[in-house]
Structure formats: C-alpha cells, structure tokens
C-alpha cells in the first residue's frame, strides 16, 4: 500500500488545529500510464521491422533496417522499365535507381527530424525502419513523466520535427538545380526551353504540386541525369511535406499533429479528439483508396495500389479507435495514451487530494487547459448556464 500524508487548512470549527490527513491507496501497475498496445499500422510496422526486414547499417546511433518488400518493388520497377524502354535501357536504369535512393534518403531524414527530437527531450532512438509505406522511427520518450502538458508537449514538438525537415532539404536540392542548371548551361547541354527562363523559375515549377514535374530529354543524355533527379527531388520533398500534414490518416504525421494539436493547443477532451480525427481520416482514406483504383486502371501496376491497401488500413484504423471511443479505453492506442491518467485530482472537506487512479476508462476532463487557444475554443462551445457555475465555484 502507498501511505500519503497532506497538511491542510481545517474544517470550520476547529481552527488553531494542525489536521493531516492520510489516505491509502492500492498500488497497481495499470495505475501508471500502461505501454500502448501496438495496433494497426504500428502493430504492422512493428512486425515488419523484426520479421521482414534486415539491417542496412548503423547512423548516428541509430540502427537502420529495411524492409524486404522495397527490394521486391524495386526489382519489380526496374522488370517494367526494362519492358517499356529497351531503347536507352542502362540509362532509365540508372535514373529509376538514383530517384529510388533519393526517395529513402529523403525518408531517412524525415525520420531523423523525429528521432532526434526525440533524443534532444531526453528519448533515444531505438532504430528506423524503411519499409512500402515510407519509414517509421522506433524512439522512446523522456523516463518518468507523467505531466499530461509535458506529455502532449514532447509529442507534438517530435512528430513536427518530421515534416520540418523538409523546409531543408527543399532549398538544399533548389541549390543543386542552381548549380546544375550552371554547369549545362556552360558546356551548352541545355534544353532548348531552358533559354527563355531562370532557374528560378524552374525551381518554382516544381514546387507546384500538381506541375508536371521535370521534362525528361529525348536523347538520354548523361549530362542531365543531375538535373533530373534533383528537379524529383525537390518535388518529393514538397509531396512528402503535403501528404504527411494535411493528411489525417493515422499513421500519418497529420494524424498526430490534429490530435496532439487539438489536445495541448485547444484543451479538447481525447474523446471528442478521437472522433474529430475519425471524421476527417475516413474521407482521406476513401479517396486514397480511390486515386488507387483509377491509378491502376490506367497504368495496369500493381504498385498503384500499395497507397489504396495504406488507405484501407486506416479505414480499419478509423473503426477500431471508434470501437475503443465507444469503450473508453482510447489510452490503448498509441495517440491517446494521455487519456487515462496515472492520478485523479478530487475536492473535499480539507482540500485537494490527489487518488491514484484505478478506473480501467478513460477520463472525461481535458489533459490540458490548451492557453489563450483553448480559452477561445471554450468560449465558442460554452453554454451560458457554465458561467452561472464558474461564478459559483470561485464565490
């Protein structure tokens, strides 16, 4: 048993008296925010990172793995451009294979936003994992906290720091167009459409999400191989950065940031974050699942489909965090393990009391009082009758 001891004003009547008042509680492990249980993609994620992957090597620390599935896509890309361009072979080869390393270079540095934010709150890096769906950063978070706002905090700084890398590594590969375009410019490679604009412009083109991305020479020339995969590459960024914010479909970065977001920022309760997140990830998935069908009808590839099978999974996402909702037990789920917490504040007869926390459900009061933002939010949603009660409680 856990013996607390607490000094207290007394009761009305017995003034000039010191009164400690002791209560005991049961020490159970549940009472301190159990280890998330590992669902859907995490749990799919997870299993890929020991089961079908291997190690690719060590950076910073950190233990690299990669999924068997990208070599098996890769190999399966390379088949159709063999089939599609016999003509110039080695050098679509060669093109397919530097965007491929682009693409998990650029990945890999997502995931180094995450973990080492994650390091610098006190975390560590446990490893990445590179896999069809993008990567995944297997981290810790600081030991022996359990302030809900820290909490919140820590994981809402960690998961921006993935799509903030992006704002880098953009302008890193804009200056290597400007150099690219410098250099083929001066041994006279350029395009014939390059004399009647600026690297600028070029630059902003593929910035543009829906552009039509850098026009491939018609005679495969060498020389422009740079060019190529550093007008993908800045594409790529601008693509990853979208899709990882505005998209809210968990395990996406977007998920996270609506809820962490919605929970420190605004003050809202985890429930009604749940059901926010579900309302607006549902959609998304559809639509994904969508663009996969008609992507596949067009291209007659499979590989089309791999972004309809991730929007199918966070359909079955969507209805297990509505079935944990309507069962209160939403702090099983990795994004709202705040949601139960390890302490129970309470009022009586001499003050304060802080219980640990036995329920098996989730709490119905907000985590955070969510600042000047969630004061807005509340003042939009509040009932006249609360401010009759808040007048009430501090008379």
Known sequence: KLRQFKLCYPPEGRQGQLVVVRYEARWRLAAVSPAPIMRGFGAQGQAASQNWAFKLGTICGAEIRMSFFVLIFFGYTLVQIINSHPA?????????????????????????????????????????????????????????????TKILRDDLLIVAAGPSTHFFQAPLWGVVMWVVFGLLTAMDEALP???????????????????????????ASWNLLPWVWACRAVQLNVMLFLFNVFFPMYPADGSKLLVTGLMFCCGVPPRTAALILICTATPCALLLIV?????????????????GFMGVMSLIEC?????????????????????????????????????????????????????????????????????????????
């Not at 975390?123 to 906290?145: E, K, M, N, Y």
């Open 88 to 148: 110039n072979l080695l050098w679509y080869v060669v093109m397919e294979t530097g965007n491929e390393v682009i693409l998990l270079g650029t990945v890999l540095c997502h995931e180094f936003g995450h973990g080492n934010m994650a390091r610098y709150l006190g975390g560590r890096i446990d490893h990445i994992l590179l896999w069809v769906f993008g990567g995944i950063c297997f981290s810790t978070r600081p030991a022996g906290q359990y302030d809900n």
């Open 193 to 219: 459409w390059w004399r009647s604009t600026t690297v600028w412009e070029l630059f902003r083109q593929q910035l543009n999400p829906f552009g039509r991305g850098p026009l491939l020479p018609h005679n």
């Open 319 to 395: 209805y297990n965090l509505w079935q944990m909702r309507k069962a209160r037990r939403l702090h099983e789920h990795g994004l709202f393990r705040t949601a139960r917490s390890w302490r129970r504040t309470e009022r009586d007869a001499f003050g304060v009391v802080h219980r640990l926390n036995h329920g098996d459900f989730d709490d119905e009061a907000p985590l955070t009082r969510g600042g000047a933002c969630g004061d807005l939010c509340r003042s939009l949603f509040r009932r006249s009758n609360d401010d009759d009660y808040e007048n009430a409680d501090s008379g």
């Open 291 to 307: 663009n996969a069908f008609f992507s596949m009808k067009a291209s007659h590839s499979p590989l089309s489909g791999v972004m």
